[in-house]
């Protein structure tokens, strides 16, 4: 019966599917593969790789990874800038967007929409315009060293200094590490003007992961801070006893996304010169661009590109795995709704005494 | 009901196939030939020059041509190449010239000129490949000392205090730093610290061997390192100028080093008064670098001849003097050079640097350590300087030996 | 669109209204409020600052942006800035193709992504599960890795340097595909039982009577569209190198990149970069409730 009324669904069911995987397909699993080719080949960028190339095995990326040189001491490089990037950005954009969300959704809180538009606007905007906007800010004599000026603070020449903000205290460190760099130059930190982009970063995600935190925190309810707070539990802890493990799913979702995203910046790096000052705002994903299209090393460039890629597989695998024991399962999920039955139990018998 | 599934379907497939036939094909240059020229432009004045002189010729030869201003020159002629689409003519500067003759780029034509033998040999050596002479230079610049007579004036120094050598740059800057204003300043880079560095005797190739870290060398950055530990010599982004011009200028600095393009300021800073000099000579003599650019012919291009004809053109004496009147450069071959040194004398000295100028190193994948140099030098102020030269030493050395083909 | 805003959009499609209760304040509490209040007010300002700085900027001369950076209002108002970006600034040309490749790609998108969608959940076929099990490894692709593979397919195809190459490769993405899916889902399947025993066929069945019960979930995806593909960037940079066919976003960075020459003309390139903001703001502000109430957006990251 139901097969005589489904009966043409095979046929539709391919057919509107089918622009889909004709797209995809054709711009993203078949590109995919002719850079994999590349990556594997000597082609020199003249006609198609396809003619006029030869196949050298792995040599591209033992050139970026293992032989010591000026290839991988450049991976080298933009593996640092871009750890020092994710390991700032991330935790700084969840633990604001975690903040804003939380403030923002205070009941008392009059103007909610107001806030809420403010900080979400930067999201909005390409990272163009924003760019631009901050190369303007974040000159030697502008906006934003003018205000560290009132505090008496000499702000430094932001997007020209090379220093990274550890290096007064890890200059000294002996060796050579990983990747041709030394330990010196992996501990030095971000760079100044990597902190910029830093800012930038926070700047304009944050407004998103508070929208997702926002939401999160309207499913989670207020009866249960009401009890825990007429439980005697103070803002804070109510916040991290309570509201905080309610949220691990969505804070897992913002890391997961953050880590992703951060990983991929580019159009900044392009924007402020590409690396300048002293190679210290390079990225992979900038480097492979630059390894292509500047330096014709087509080969080189594809393999930093699936190095890249794998990175972020193997980091997003990796997160995943070191924090699903924590997820809620379906028994984990009743776990916690006996507890809270137990907790709004106890504050009825509170209020009573 | 069906049909209009398969309608929404074909439409589909309509739309599709209809973007896909406004792709742009190919540049096709059959008969009456048409040239696109890709120009890395320093402003209007060059571009409408350019245009003039390629529509004069055009006009002569039942041709047409486009000019194109790149705005990244490097990146769209990398994808021009890649896409099958590179331009008819174009500009090749000297520091990618090595990579895209080594990949076999571009087309051997400038042998055959008939005036090949007019230009002057450091140009010609800079655009010759694997012992070919492969395309005409259009012009150069050298690097001079960029003085701001008001300033000059004002600190009481007179024509006998124009810096010789290295101890009166020194004292001159001194005398010129103010409060408000540095004695010296150019850009912190390999293009500008290396004249130093030969200017002490050193050379980064000799040959088949890399000499980058040797004593003089060494003695060049160690000069700059004292100049600025001093305070009589900034780098542009530490006052907050662009480059070396803007500084100049704005009255930021008194003293820059820079080439004949400083002529470009005026239009922003139209009050500052400038002269140019020789650079000071160091402990092992003169030296300046030369900067050049040549007209690039990709190779197996169907315009070859028309283009070969247009470069001809460009390149004659007189149509290099109108180049040189418009927008400030120096005309390539010896017998124009001398003479618009005679018609413009605020530019002679930068044509008599071209005597003993040197282009900086240029061979097939020298760009990249050169990029990575320039970035460490980022760290010269209070840093390391022998450290800099050894990295320089082995990532030039193992460049050098891969381009090769060892 | 990125794998942010598809789980973003999914996670928070259906949520609840705060019941707003009313308590008696403490003088503590009250406190606390007001210092909730400048703290929320002093990073709003933060927030919004360099949006307004820039607008004032934008009608300063060159020299008074560069001396008075923090001044919202111009000490002598100059439309300079403007006037050149009307003029020697093909912004228009710009604007122009951003707007054709917005349209055509965001209306492309809507409609096959739903189609798309709508197959994948309620339809009955024949190696659906590998298709969606291919859909979610796609999504998993960053965008970045793709840059240069597909600047070789749009070489090898003869697709490079035109709007075909620059449009086709973004008109489906994995992650609206995702988004209508689980939309699908949450629709009782009864309407749908009930109007293909009425007789409807498949595409009636889906254009007339579940595609309208979508509606928030088409309007998401369109505002997510929109949003990706008027502010894209690294496609547009590798799939194109004319001048002529630059779009807004490409056109400002080279603006912003040095081919002005020398001096600092920010007011310059503040106006572009706010004039390119304008359209996005619009369908921010209009849709506005729809946006923070299901929480999607862009990743910058």
Known sequence: ?353 | MRARTWGAALLTVGVVAGLGACASGGGDSSGGSELSILIGTSGDAETAAVQAAADAWAADNDATVEVVVASDLTQQLSQGFAGGDAPDLFYMSWDQFATYASNGYLDPYAADLPNAGDFYPALTDTFTYDGTFTCAPKDFSTLGLIINTDLWAAAGLTDADIPTDWDSLEAAATKLTTADTVGLSFGLEYARLGVFMNQAGGQLVDGDTVTADSPENLEGLQYVQKLHDAGVLKWPSEIDAGWGGEALGAGKAAMVIEGPWIKGIQGDFPDTNYASYELPAGPGGQSTFTFTNCWGIPADSDTADAATSLVEYLTADEQQLAFGDAFGVLPSTESAAATYAEQHPENASFVAGNDYAVSPVNFAGSATVISDFNAQLANLAGGDAKAILESLQSSLQEALDEANGN | MTTTEAAAAVATQRERAPRPRKRMISAGARATMILTYVILGLLALIYIYPFLISVGSSFKTDADATQNPLNLLPETWSFAAYERLFTTVPLLQWTANSALITIIVTACRVFFDSLAGYALSRLKWRGQTIVFAGLIAVMAVPNVVLLIPRFLILKQLGLYDSFAGMIIPIIIDAAGIFIMKQFFESIPVSVEEAARIDGAGVFRTYWSIVLPMARPALITLFILSFQGSWNEFSHFLISRQSADLNTLTTGVASLTSGQLGSGNQYPLQLAAAVLMSIPVAVIFFVFQKRILSTSEGGEKG
């Open chain 1, 1 to 353: 019966m139901s097969k005589g009324i489904r009966g043409p669904e095979g046929r539709y069911g391919w057919l509107f599917v089918a622009p889909a995987i004709l797209i995809i397909g054709v711009f993203l699993v078949l590109p995919i593969l002719l850079a994999l080719y590349v990556s594997l080949s000597n082609w020199n960028g003249l006609g198609s790789p396809l003619g006029n190339s030869g196949f050298v095995g792995g040599e591209n990326y033992s050139k970026v990874l293992l032989e010591s040189g000026l290839a991988q001491r450049d991976f080298g490089t933009a593996i640092r800038n871009n750890l020092y990037y994710v390991l700032l950005v991330v935790p700084l954009q969840t633990a604001l967007s975690l903040f804003l969300a939380v403030q923002v959704n205070r009941r008392l809180l009059k103007g909610r929409g107001f806030f809420r538009t403010a900080f979400y606007f930067p999201s909005v905007t390409s990272s163009i315009a924003i760019t631009t906007i901050f190369i303007f800010l974040f000159t030697s004599s502008g906006a934003v060293n003018q205000v560290i000026g009132w505090f008496g603070i000499n702000g430094p020449n932001w997007f020209a200094t090379p220093t990274g903000i550890f290096s007064p205290l890890t200059g000294g460190v002996p060796g050579d590490g990983p990747l041709g760099l030394d330990w010196a130059a992996w501990l030095s930190g971000p760079s100044v003007a990597m902190c910029v982009l830093i800012i930038l970063a926070v700047f304009t995600t944050s407004g998103t992961f508070m929208l997702l935190f926002l939401a999160a925190l309207q499913n989670v309810g207020e009866e249960i801070e009401d009890a825990a707070s007429v439980d005697g539990a103070g803002a804070f802890r109510t916040f991290f006893s309570v509201t905080l493990p309610m949220l691990k799913p969505t804070l897992f979702t913002v890391l997961t996304l953050g880590l992703i995203g951060t990983w991929q910046v580019f159009d900044q790096i392009y924007l402020t010169g590409g690396g300048d000052p002293g190679k210290t705002t390079l990225t992979p994903a900038f480097l492979a661009y630059d390894t292509s299209f500047y330096n014709l090393k087509w080969g080189q460039g594809a393999a930093i590109a699936f190095i890249l890629f794998g990175i972020i597989v193997a980091l997003t695998l990796l997160q995943r795995w070191v924090l699903r024991d924590r997820d809620l399962g379906a028994s984990g999920v009743r776990r916690q709704k006996r507890a809270l039955a137990r907790l709004m139990r106890d504050a009825a018998a509170g209020a009573k005494r």
